[in-house]
């Protein structure tokens, strides 16, 4: 069933377990996600980010996440993330998305607020949940590699105060965190997560799950992370997925679908099991 995402992260953060968010850019994907989202009776997050629109557009995505969510047997939350424009996410609204991410991260604090205050008094008006980042969750290489990613972790005192003002349903913190690939084991802020949650009572989102350890993940949503962000890990697993089907004499991409799906759902499967989400729909 397709549900917003406060349906699926306010009983995370009372039960102390996380929803899984996938990006799916295609239907392989999304059928695997949700998929083993039934099989394991798993409450999931599933969707796009603006930056992997020139791979698949949000018309499309928009076309076989949200019927194959409300067709879903478990809760299904169809989430766009890193909108980073108010069109964008305007757009993923009318399209049937029930929940956005603005990022206005790389804004001033005031600006950050504003924006996303008005983008929550849109979305709510609509039923759709809203996320905001304050700090900044960088990437582990290229253009948005940050030089010093501690200067941009999230203030716990600054966070209440944004969202108190922004009223948003969830927010993402910069705690050690960053997107794709990591070369080194992160070290998360742990005591940051724990203050954070207690000062704003909203569920935190951890973006940047793929190549976390299983302590990581155990230790965050203890603390209080409710969302985590996984694409890289089911990502690679296609690929991998592709590879063993050709090892396997393969001859055609039908051929290589069911490896595909079957690889990547076995990312999602042991995700799903490692956040505590399994037999919570």
């Known amino acids: 069933m397709l549900v917003s995402m406060n349906e ?13 968010f996938f990006n799916a850019v295609d239907i392989e994907q999304a059928r695997a996600v949700i998929g ?25 995505v928009a076309e076989y996440l949200i019927p194959m969510a409300a067709k879903a047997r478990v809760p299904v939350c169809v989430h766009f993330d890193h909108g980073l424009s108010f069109e964008r996410c305007i757009q993923a609204v009318r399209l049937g998305f029930t929940s956005v991410m603005y990022d206005c991260s ?44 501690s200067d941009y972790f999230t203030d716990p005192v600054t966070a209440e105060d944004f ?10 913190v910069a705690v050690g965190n960053a997107h794709g690939e990591y070369k080194l084991p992160p070290k998360l802020d742990f ?64 051929a290589l679908i069911p490896y595909i799906i079957d690889a990547m759902k076995e990312v999602v499967r042991n995700k799903i099991e490692l956040f505590g989400s399994a037999n919570r729909a």
Do not use: Q, W
């Open 8 to 20: 699926l992260l306010k009983d995370a953060r009372r039960e102390r377990y996380a929803v899984g």
């Open 36 to 60: 083993t989202a039934e099989e394991l009776r798993s409450p999931v997050i599933i969707g796009t980010a603006e930056i992997l629109l020139p791979v698949m557009p949000l018309e499309r």
């Open 106 to 149: 790389m804004d001033t604090f005031d600006a950050n607020i504003e924006k996303l205050a008005g983008m929550v008094s849109i979305c709510h008006s609509a039923g759709v949940t809203v996320e905001g980042e304050l700090g900044h969750v960088g990437d582990n290489e290229g253009s948005g590699k940050l030089k010093d990613p």
């Open 163 to 172: 969202v108190k003002r922004t009223g948003i349903d969830a927010l993402a």
């Open 191 to 254: 005591d940051r997560i724990s203050d954070i949650s207690g000062r704003t009572g909203i569920p935190l989102v951890l973006h940047g799950g793929s190549g976390l350890s299983d302590y990581d993940f155990h230790e965050a949503i203890k603390r209080g992370i409710c969302k985590v962000n996984i694409f890289t890990d089911i990502d690679r697993a296609g690929k991998n997925g592709i590879e063993k089907g050709v090892a396997a004499g393969a001859g055609s991409l039908s």
